[in-house]
Nanobody
């Protein structure tokens, strides 16, 4: 079974930056597409970003485009989400997830099989 562990969540000021990590164990991530999702209290879970198995394709929610960057280092079995120019509305629990449906980049949560437990990101002054 693939295990995913998120880290890097913290309390940051608006305009600040944060880098989240998703470390995998059990299997290599070489054949997995990876997505980052977030959920704020009282709101639906939304797709934030995704990256294909080889890193060739990425996608972002409109709300984070231009501010967030997803990347992966398969040698380290880790995926990252660099978050810049953070806004209060970015607050939420951030989850990484993995799927093996061709290793493609999807922002739809329904295709993901394995999920981490999440890391809290709070953007507040």
């Amino acid at each position: 079974q693939l295990q995913l562990v998120e880290s890097g969540g913290d309390l940051v000021q608006p305009g600040g930056s944060l880098r989240l990590s998703c470390a995998a164990s059990g299997f290599t991530l070489d054949y997995y597409g990876i997505g980052w999702f977030r959920q704020a209290p009282g709101k639906e879970r939304e797709g934030v970003s995704c990256i294909s198995n080889n890193g060739a394709s990425t996608n972002y929610a409109d709300s984070v485009k231009g501010r967030f960057t997803i990347s992966r280092d398969n040698a380290k079995n880790t995926v990252y989400l660099q978050m810049n120019s953070l806004k209060p509305e970015d607050t939420g629990i951030y989850y990484c997830a993995a799927h093996r449906l061709y290793g493609r980049c999807f922002l739809w949560a329904g295709v993901y099989d394995d999920w981490g437990q999440g890391t809290q990101v709070t953007v507040s002054s």
